[in-house]
């Protein structure tokens, strides 16, 4: 199969393109076909690059025929056809000048059709269908000739519920929310940090929607079960833009319903955080209430201390990754201190894990290996503890609610010990 492609290859390279253009919609069908069967990697990739060839050549009345062909095939209603349509739109969005804005607008309404309609669970065509929207509202989130197909998309991402969150996250779920996030990503960074905010930006415009993304972006990282650096990188950048947000304007991060704000539970350790808006001491009221849910939510799973698996590590890491960046992107103090005593209490429990792992169960082999995401988890705690240091007003202060901190968590624990 891989000498058949290349020698097709071959003929779209060196064929005079006046003979190319009468053979070049015989040629594209068997070539798109093969995509959506094809079980080897090597050779998929192979045809995608035959296609990407053969695409960049077409012309006239050849080019407008395959155009024509894909949206045929985006209508249907036969789902290996829309596979097809949807891997063959990310390659044409690839081949520079091939789909004028009327075509990706044409593409991107049934597209996103599918996805908010699906009625079925193949969730590898509904990944694709989600690839190729991606490639088709590339650079184009702000496009108002474009808005009510994005209109119908985010909400379908913000707010729909189609894949029921249970741990452990299946490696097909785990691809379809990384898509998810990165999508969502596409449109939040669109979204400036205090001041006014763009009218056609559904999040910034819908209430709850930020929360929305907040929520399920937070749950998602709290039930996987792997090592997967992709989903844990979009959630990262995904989250601490959302914070950046948040943080310049509170009511972005309001839930649609007033009574919507969940228990975040608490950590391992018995730790309460306390009623919603308060700090965990309990000695002053936050006025920030989205954001600082978002920041007890993220300590809550940098806290989890269930198991001592690999994976467990990596989402305990993921969310001082979160924390680090937000804090790292502030220059002013006051501006996160109301969140600090929250802070604190994860550092708390990543230094005791870092000075003495055995009373943790940590096995030696993740100690001595500096690539686990163990040692990641100590070093992204040793940055906030480093960051907090330099940049408190009071350092003494620190030491003594990082003491306070440590000693509340002992008494939690004893508390929880069932009596001889």
Known sequence: RLAALSFIGGIIERFPLEQLMTEAEFLFVPLVSSLSSEQDSQVRETAVQ???????????????LILVMIKAWWNSTNPSLRQVSAQVTSIACGVQGLLDLSTRKSYLDAAVGFVVDAKSKNLVVLRDVLLSIQALIQNLNDDLSMQDS????????????????????????????????????????????????????????????????????????????????????????????????????????????????????????????????????????????PLHWLVRRLVGISTRRKDVKE??????????RILAMFLKSKS???????????????????????????????????????????????????????????????????????????DSILVARRQRKPAP
């Open 150 to 289: 994005l209109t119908h998309l985010w909400r379908y991402l913000c707010f729909q519920r189609d894949y029921i969150l249970e741990a452990p996250l299946s490696p097909a779920i785990i691809e379809l929310q990384t898509i998810r996030y990165q999508l969502l990503w596409q449109h939040v960074q669109h979204i400036p940090v205090g001041g006014d905010h763009h009218e056609n930006s559904f999040v910034s415009s819908t209430p709850g929607a930020l929360r929305e993304i907040m929520r399920h972006s937070c749950q998602t990282l709290d039930l996987m079960d792997v090592v997967n650096e992709s989903l844990g990188s979009i959630l990262s950048e995904l989250l601490v833009r959302v914070m950046d947000i948040v943080n310049a304007t509170p009511s972005l991060g309001k839930p649609k319903e007033s009574g919507e704000l969940e228990n975040d539970g608490s950590s391992d350790d018995g730790h309460s955080f306390a009623a919603e808006g308060e700090r965990p001491n309990g000695d002053s009221t936050v006025k920030n209430v």
């Open 332 to 406: 002013d103090y006051q501006s996160v201190a109301a969140y600090i005593p929250t802070i604190v209490h994860t550092v708390v429990i990543a230094k005791e894990s870092q000075s003495d792992p055995a009373q943790t169960g940590i096995p030696q082999s993740m100690i001595d290996n500096q690539d686990s995401s163990y040692h990641a988890m100590v070093m992204l705690s040793d940055s906030i503890h480093m960051w907090i240091l330099d940049h408190s007003i009071n350092p003494n202060a620190y030491y003594q609610l990082y003491a306070e901190t440590k």
């Open 311 to 320: 994976s467990t590590f990596f989402k305990r890491a993921v969310a001082f």
């Open 50 to 64: 035959v296609v990407t060839k053969l695409l960049s050549k077409v012309q006239d009345r050849p080019k407008s």
